[in-house]
């Protein structure tokens, strides 16, 4: 396989409307058209052919991260344009390649289908916003239309510590800085670190991986500044217990201080497939700082976020329940569906609150 196959390859995934391709050392390529994976008529993948695209799409600090951490994000931009999100990881028969599309223009809030809360977190003034989310789910177009907002109608000071970037924000409003791991800034920590130096009032940081970046994120927020971060987990109550685990046993209990003091809001999202038209809407989670969740924050007692979640829902939070229900109510997913990812069962299908459908996103 050559740059050019390849390049034939993502045309035809682009005219597909797939949402990736995926390139498995000894597999036929294959693309995923809404949750379903379809071989392609081409030859199986050797592990050369791999390593040949991956010659001058690597630099030395991608390998190190993929030697180091067994996966890699990088760019891959076609001959066309269009711009693929490459992820290179390392499995048993060798290294493969997963390439997502990336859209021209950043996505708008409006369209996502998210909570309208969510828009309410660019009136912050400093603290920490995490968004969640696991692969797949959203989370990446999620800042992107934060960023978009932020950039068109604040005359805010804005950096974004991204790897890779994805989507490129033309000059608004706001003074932008677009950063990229590894091109422009040695790692998260060090792009943080920098962006307060430069007197940032908003920094935005794809995502949270390791000790150094969490410590830097929460100097930032304590600092003044509003800070939006993505983190992997698929729960609110997940992201609140897996941020700590990232310093040693000895510090956790400082961390989760400084998490009372500087958290805003958590939000984690799920993409569901749409009831009757193509295309996947989120179900979000919503938790707002306040009085209750920091004491819980604070004494680890993650486990009861969910209760505290049901009992404010009137601050603006949601639970998976809520989630689901609005969008039964509104008919975008199907009762099976909600099934799959409801807590109690009984309360999504006997309580659903009324509401007007967003149009669901070709995710």
């Known amino acids: ?13 682009t005219r597909a409307g797939a949402s990736s391709l995926h390139l498995l050392p000894g597999h036929s390529p294959c693309v995923r058209v809404q949750r379903r994976f379809v071989k392609s008529e081409h030859p199986v993948v050797e592990p050369e052919a791999i390593d040949e695209l991956l010659r001058d799409l690597l630099f030395e600090d991608h390998r190190a ?23 290179v990881l390392q499995q048993e028969a060798g290294l493969a ?31 920490l916003v995490l968004i969640a989310g696991s692969f797949g789910s959203g989370k990446s177009s999620t800042l992107a239309a934060l960023i978009d907002r932020f950039n ?17 924000h033309p000059q608004g409003l706001a003074l932008l800085h677009q950063r990229e791991v590894g091109a422009h800034v040695r790692d998260c920590a060090v792009g943080v670190r920098q962006a307060m130096r430069l007197g940032a009032e908003v920094v935005f940081v794809s995502e949270i991986q ?16 509003l800070v939006f971060a993505g983190f992997d987990a698929s729960s609110v109550v997940g992201a609140c217990m897996d941020l700590p685990t990232l310093v040693p046993p000895e510090q956790r209990e400082r961390v989760c201080a ?23 809407v989120p179900m979000v989670e919503v938790l707002i700082a306040n009085a209750a969740t920091r004491v819980a924050i604070r ?47 009984d309360h999504v299908l006997t309580r659903s609150p009324s509401g007007v459908s967003a149009p669901p996103r070709n995710y």
């Open 210 to 225: 390791d000790q150094a970046t969490l410590e830097a994120v929460l100097d930032a927020a304590e600092s003044g500044c």
């Open 97 to 127: 390649m997963l390439l997502r599309p990336i859209p021209d223009v950043p996505p708008q809030l409006e369209e996502l289908g998210l909570p309208q809360q969510i828009a309410s977190f660019l009136q912050l003034q400093s603290g």
């Open 299 to 345: 004494a680890g007692a993650f486990g009861e976020l969910p209760t505290i979640m049901h009992r404010c829902r009137g601050l603006g939070m949601q639970t998976v329940d809520a989630a689901l229900r609005s969008l039964l109510a509104r008919h975008v997913i199907t009762p099976e569906e909600a099934m799959q990812h409801a807590v109690h069962r």
């Open 65 to 87: 991260r993929l030697r180091r951490d067994g996966q890699v994000d990088v760019l891959y931009v076609a001959r066309s344009g269009q711009r693929f999100r490459t992820t």
């Open 1 to 13: 396989m050559d740059t050019k196959e390849l390049e034939r390859m993502l045309a035809a995934m």
């Open 258 to 280: 400084r998490l009372a003091t500087t958290l805003r809001a958590v939000t984690a999202q799920t993409l569901l497939p749409c009831a009757h038209q193509q295309g996947r």
């Open 152 to 168: 068109k109608e604040t005359t805010h000071h804005l950096v974004t510590i991204e790897e890779p970037i994805e989507y490129l």
